[in-house]
């Protein structure tokens, strides 16, 4: 089969297109036609060589753990799925091997749940790394409800964007971070914006003098810090990008792999509750370009790499 790759860990220049061995169905696997795939930051993080301790490399690895597509073979061992269904997947294992940027994936039942029926395959793709992000974090890290002001950073990107929905739908006001020209996307998905930069914890204040109940931390450093400094009196806080988080008294969250989850993001969107918000799609010979836009770090949304079947539409 066609597939993106890469031999050594490296820039965007590392990745090549071309022949890859078919993957095997194991037992708890299902076989999935990938029809789009959508890119995360942290897959250039892995292709870069920054999660060496963490997973185990078996070159050459195919990138991406986010998939939309069809099931064309269940294995053995994975009654919940048959020939024909449409899946979403966040297909990510404890090593890096076999990812989504190819015409097939082996995907563990545990990483899947169905397609959500009024999103295309290029929409579907993009829920669900950043969705199960912004939904673990929010409904669970900080539990957000009804009444909250809860202050989201990169509130444009592909965790934010979730995560001002997400909050809006449990009741709670949302302060979102984002440049200027993400502001009128930001209204739309429910968030007040703040310019980030200097003078941020004075603009988060004038908008909520009491403090914030929660703040969702997707940048680190002095951003976490000063998330810290505008909670209120026993806000939470959490960060999916700085462990130091943990001693400021919040909590560090590395998204994981939930069919519960991921259903209810299905489900949460087929409500009209969640939408997927992406900016460009690139076809799967070019997605070492959609690697050098996602590396720019001014996403809106998510960028799809998309597989172009000649015979279906
Ligand atoms: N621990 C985990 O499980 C986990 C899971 C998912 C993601 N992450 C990490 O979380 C981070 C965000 O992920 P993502 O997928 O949302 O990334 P993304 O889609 O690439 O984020 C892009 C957004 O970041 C905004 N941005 C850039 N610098 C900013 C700043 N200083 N303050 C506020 N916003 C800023 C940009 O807004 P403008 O264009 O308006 O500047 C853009 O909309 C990444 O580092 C990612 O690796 C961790």
Known sequence: MKAIS?????????????????????????????????????????????LDA????????????????????????????????????YVREDF??????????????????????????????????AGLTAYQVITKALAVTAGDVVLVHAAAGGVGAFAVQLARHAGARVIGTASERNHAFLRELGAEPVTYGDGLAERVRALAPEGVDAAFDTIGGDTL???????????????????????LGGQYCFVRPDPADLTRLTELVEQDVLTVHVQETFPLEQAADAFRLIEEGRTRGKIVVRVDWAEEG
């Open 6 to 50: 890469y031999r050594a860990y490296g820039g965007p220049e590392v990745l090549e297109y071309g022949d890859v061995r078919d993957p095997k169905v194991g037992p708890d696997t299902v076989l999935v036609k990938v029809r789009a795939a959508a890119l995360n930051p942290v897959d250039y993080k892995c292709r870069e060589g920054y």
């Open 54 to 89: 963490a997973l185990d490399p078996v070159f050459p690895v195919i990138p991406a753990w986010d998939v939309a597509g069809v099931v064309v073979q269940p294995g053995v061992a994975a009654p919940e799925f048959a020939v024909g269904d449409e899946v979403i997947g």
């Open 96 to 129: 890096l091997s076999r990812g989504t940027l190819a015409e097939y994936v082996a995907a563990p039942v545990r990483t899947l749940a169905r397609k959500p029926r009024n999103l295309s395959f290029e929409e579907a793709a993009g829920l669900p790394l």
């Open 225 to 247: 810090k000063l998330s810290a400094d505008l909670l209120a009196p026993g806000g939470r806080l959490a960060s999916i990008a700085d462990g130091s988080v943990i001693a």
